[in-house]
């Protein structure tokens, strides 16, 4: 049996979270995949018994069934994404995977990197693992927000950013939006286009319909 450990509302589990259920996939009805709640409130992920199997201690993890470890969000939903469903996310043919993997790295690195990075270090939760820099907020925000107008472009008579179909590039950016809100941020401010994406979106992925999250497992 294979193990995702993850939680249910921070942006890099919930990449894998999403690609399954785009697919139409519920991770929690999944035979072969056993969910791992890791409370971050607890602090579940610096456990010693986490610790060793990833020392990152960071979700989501894969742990497949011969023991090898996936440590990395854009691995495991590689993985997930070959292993699971009929159409692939990340791209039909050879010039849309690369140009979901173009659409993607703007969407993570231009815009929910720099959020990311805003939160870790203004959030108080975040003081024990970042040696907080309160003048990083500020610039971080503004580089997310500079690049919004691009996606915006981008989504003028389009749905989606690669093709008719949802791909990953979508999944990151709509979660990059979505983080956005906790630092004031509004998605439906940043341009009709991006507010017509974000509400299709929300409305399948929120984190209201996404977060029913069982019971979190002994740690076995």
Not at 85 to 103: F, T
């Amino acid at each position: 049996m294979k193990k995702l450990y993850v939680t249910r509302t921070a942006p890099n589990p919930r990449k894998a979270l999403i690609l399954l259920a785009s697919k139409g996939i519920d991770v929690d009805d999944m035979d072969d995949v056993d969910v791992v709640d890791i409370d971050f409130a607890t602090n579940e992920q610096m456990s010693d018994e986490f610790t060793k199997m990833n020392p990152m201690q960071t979700v989501p993890v894969l742990k497949l069934d011969d023991g090898t470890i996936l440590n990395d969000s854009q691995a495991v939903c590689e993985y997930l994404d070959r292993v699971y469903g009929e159409r692939s996310v990340m791209g039909n043919d050879v010039v849309q995977r690369a140009q979901v993997c173009s659409m993607r790295r703007i969407a993570e690195f231009e815009v929910l990197y720099n959020f990311m990075l805003a939160f870790q270090h203004s959030h108080p939760s975040k003081a024990q693992r970042v040696e907080q820099v309160p003048e990083f907020v500020a610039p971080s925000i503004a580089r997310a927000v500079k690049a919004l107008p691009y996606f915006e472009t981008m989504l003028d008579g389009h749905d989606y950013l690669v093709g008719d179909q949802l791909s990953f590039a979508d999944i990151v950016l709509y979660l990059g939006l979505d983080f956005g809100k906790i630092l004031k941020v509004n998605p439906n401010e940043q341009g009709e286009n991006l507010a017509r994406f974000y509400q299709m979106m929300n409305e399948r992925f929120s984190i209201k319909n996404m977060a029913k999250a069982k019971p979190a497992h002994a740690s076995e």
